[in-house]
């Protein structure tokens, strides 16, 4: 069998022909989205619905992926078979007669004409057959599953029975309406998300990532546990860009994790710190991942009210990584960075243009209220324009390497793309077949009416669909399936959707499937199941933060200033006392009853004053015996320091 591929292969043109196509049709996936961006076609006084916009962009996809990604993953060929060269041009005229057609045909799907369902049916399988390829099996498998929900829906039992479609129908609506192939997901993904990656990419390009990673080891380099004190505020910065945990891994993680290794610290430690401060990147603002930009749009709120919502939590997860960063140095008696390993200041400080990029971001976000596409690409001139003026390390990047960027971009993008158009064919069997109403209504009566309980179900269901998928296609499935039912027991909406946002990622490190985990423990050279436990371990806020937000959205930053600010101070010795008895460390080691009582203490300080009745109680409790826990630590420790030295 392998003869018989290699042959088919060997028949077929070299990737050296191949090649030069799929970068140009990269190239000009990002220059389109660019153009989009700006309003191009506006000013030019050309109209487009944006959905045709949408095929052009999914028209460019789908041939890149087959040119460029072999049948089977991994496999090293020098050649691209006939067979992916007639699949990359099929794909490419199918979904572009949808591009010129659309006006035509959108009023005709239910008519069903041939004219429709021939390309929609092509569109979809070659969709699923190029997403297979990107991403493997695991997201295949679950939209066939609704897929064949919506052809067979009616012989399933109970209260999930729902409205079975003829095939040819439904081949037609997914290809061309509104809420399928071309909805909401691609919106976002051919939008703001390739306008953030080109950022992304430029940033990279420039130097500004290896800014990042300097500016953290010189800020924490110098104290104890400084290798993981790096790890976590590098991955935090880098991830927040990049928006896929894996990938965060593999970028910080092959500077981080042997520095953390060499430092003395367990291998399967190293690995678990790294992966989830590499998660949390993608829960953290100003940018966070692409499922943030597609939270926004789902709510149909500005995506400055989702950063703002998403601010406290985040810096909760990354509070409590960096404390047990700390804390477990301290425990292993793990020394700061070699001084010859930290950068000089002066060196650092001249990529401090890199600054500006951001600010801009931020600025025209929230201050100007800009489109976040639109904010992107500014970012992204201004640090083409300072990197071309100032340089970093005494390096400036080459036009050839800018222009570049733009096809890397395109190559970047399209793991994404094809998530956000199978993701589509969910939304539309959600729509069409009423199973949306349907599994809402049967979480919420599982759940008998009792929040916690749903909010347990709903936790157990995130991290199992979660498992294996990449972070927007389990952003999706979560806000589709499970949010609507939180909504329906009165949490509000945006406190549903980040709530099922962080159950969804904690499958990234959380056995048996723990992407993120299992990528950091490759490079550390650590067992994989150890290395997901201890990161759970250490991730352990992000198991908890979200339930707590569910029941007081003053953690949202939602309500008056005096609860929040209170929320705030609560919380952050909560995190505190429990990271230390996680660790079994605060200024000494701790015996098993005293890191019961920090954790007891922690936990009660954690909860917020408004989550219930006795809210307040609990949080007074929490604070006074925490603080006076760790004010006998102090003092204990402090006496045995002046005894040793006496």
């Known amino acids: 069998m392998n003869g018989t591929v290699e042959g088919g292969a060997a028949r077929g043109p070299s990737m050296g022909t191949c090649r030069p196509i799929a970068d140009v049709l990269a190239c000009l996936l990002t220059l389109t989205a660019v153009a989009w961006a700006v309003s191009l076609p506006r000013y030019l006084g050309v109209g487009f619905y944006p959905q045709q916009f949408f095929a052009v962009v999914l028209g460019l996809v789908l041939p890149i992926a087959f040119l460029t990604l072999p049948a089977r993953r991994g496999d090293d060929r020098p050649r691209v078979p006939w067979f992916d060269v007639v699949l990359a041009v099929l794909s490419a005229a199918a979904v572009g007669y949808i591009a010129v057609r659309y006006p035509v045909l959108i009023n005709k799907i239910f008519v069903r004409p041939p004219e429709i369902w021939i390309p929609g049916l092509i569109t979809i399988l070659l969709t699923l057959e190029a997403l297979r390829r990107a991403t493997g099996w695991a997201l295949v498998i ?243 324009v300072t990197s071309l003026a100032l340089g970093y390390r005494g390096k400036r990047p080459a036009l050839s390497a800018i222009g570049a960027s733009l096809t890397n971009t395109g190559y970047a993008v399209v793991e994404i793309v094809l998530i956000s158009a199978a993701s589509g064919l969910v939304i539309g069997i959600l729509n069409l077949t009423g199973l949306s109403f349907n599994l809402t209504y049967a979480l919420v009566q599982l759940g008998g009416g009792s929040i916690i309980l749903l909010l347990a179900l709903s936790a157990i269901v995130c991290i199992v669909l979660g498992m294996g998928l990449p972070t927007l296609g389990v952003y999706v499935l979560l806000a589709a399936l499970v949010a609507p039912a939180l909504v329906k027991l009165g949490i509000p909406p945006i406190a549903a959707h980040l709530y ?28 994989a199941m150890s290395t997901g436990f201890a990161a759970m371990r250490f991730g352990w806020a992000a198991y908890v933060v979200p339930v707590l937000f569910v029941f007081s959205p003053s953690l949202l930053l939602m309500g008056d200033s005096f609860h929040i600010g209170l929320a705030v101070i609560t919380a952050i010795i909560g995190v505190w006392l429990v990271s230390a008895a996680l660790a079994g460390y605060f200024a000494s080691l701790l015996s098993p009853t005293k890191r019961g009582l920090f954790a007891l203490f922690g936990l009660a300080a954690l909860v917020p004053a408004g989550a219930f009745s006795g809210g307040v109680y609990s949080d007074i409790v929490g604070v006074v015996g925490g603080v006076a826990l760790m004010a006998t630590e102090f003092a204990r420790s402090r006496r045995g320091v002046v005894q040793a030295e006496s």
């Not at 962080?502 to 067992?527: D, H, N, R, V």
Request: charged residues 10%; aromatic residues 10%; without cysteine.
């Open 142 to 384: 679950i939209i066939s599953v609704f897929l064949l929900y919506g052809l067979f829906g009616d012989i399933v039992p109970g209260r999930l029975q729902g409205r079975a479609q003829s095939w040819d129908l439904l081949a037609g609506y997914m290809a061309f309406d509104a809420n399928g192939i071309l909805g909401l997901p691609m919106s976002v993904a051919s939008t703001i998300v390739i306008a953030f990656i080109l950022f992304g990419v430029l940033l990279g390009l420039t130097g500004g990532s290896n800014f990042f990673t300097d500016a953290a080891m010189l800020g924490m380099g110098r104290f104890r546990g400084g290798s993981m004190k790096i790890s976590v505020l590098a991955s935090g910065l880098f991830g927040s860009i990049s928006g896929s945990a894996v990938a965060n891994v593999v970028g910080t993680g092959i500077v981080t994790i042997p520095m953390i290794k060499r430092d003395g610290y367990p291998a399967h430690k190293a690995a678990a710190i790294e992966a989830v401060a590499s998660t949390g990147g993608q829960l953290m603002p100003p940018v966070m991942g692409a499922a943030a930009f597609l939270m926004a749009e789902m709510l149909s709120v500005s995506y400055a009210t989702v950063v703002l919502a998403a601010l406290l939590p985040a810096l909760l997860y990354y509070i409590a990584l960096f404390i047990q960063a700390d804390l477990e140095a301290a425990r292993l008696g793990i020394s700061p960075v070699p001084k010859s390993e930290i950068p000089p200041a002066r060196g650092v400080l001249k990529g401090a243009h890199f600054i500006v990029g951001f600010a801009i971001l931020i600025f025209t976000l929230f201050s100007l209220n800009w489109q976040p596409e639109r904010a992107a690409l500014l970012a992204a001139v201004s640090i083409i």
């Open 500 to 527: 099922v946002l962080y159950f969804g990622m904690m499958s990234m490190i959380t056995p048996p499937i723990a992407m993120a985990a299992f990528a950091a423990a490759a490079l550390a050279k650590a067992p």
